[in-house]
């Protein structure tokens, strides 16, 4: 596929998701995301996507969105076997650092901001309990401040 800038497969072997690479310039971190069915060839197109990450058994696929003028930006969910994609959390910030729990359903991502005159984030942490439930998405946000690090 021309233009791909990195891929992984579902484990179950159903789905490849493709990160094509941005444009020259871009100010922004996102670009496109391909995911396409093996079986059938269907693809579908997500756009502004910076990180990707299927869970363990290949389900579900977490993502952020990085876009222009943070409009849209957030985690989400999209469980590409029904097409149904679900915001999780959804802020004018950037989010990074996506991660999945190894043996269950737990979805996390860094939300921050970088200061004027910072050189780093203040960044809170946004953790679904339960990524891949559609009846509840709970989210639990904590802000660890710098006077409460580790020195």
């Given amino acids: 596929m021309p233009n791909a800038a990195g ?10 998701a493709v990160k094509l690479n941005g444009a020259a310039g871009a100010t922004h971190r996102g670009t496109d995301l391909l995911v396409r069915r093996l079986s ?25 969105v990085d876009a222009p003028n943070k ?3 957030g985690l989400y969910v999209l469980r590409p076997a029904g097409g149904e994609t679900r915001v999780l959390d959804q802020s004018a910030q950037e ?12 979805l996390a991502a860094l939300r921050g901001v970088k200061p004027d005159g910072k050189e780093l984030k203040q960044n ?3 953790v679904s309990d339960d990524a891949r439930d559609r009846k509840s998405t709970r989210l639990n946000s904590s802000h660890v401040s710098e006077s409460r690090m580790p020195s």
């Fill in 95 to 106: 989010y990074d650092g996506l991660v999945w729990q190894p043996e269950g359903a737990g």
């Fill in 7 to 16: 891929f992984q497969f579902s484990k179950d072997g159903q789905f490849l």
């Fill in 124 to 126: 809170v942490l946004v």
């Fill in 40 to 64: 059938d060839g269907l693809t579908q197109n997500i756009g502004n996507v910076y990180q990707y990450a299927f869970d363990a058994p290949g389900r579900y696929l977490g993502y952020t």
């Fill in 71 to 73: 409009l849209g930006n």
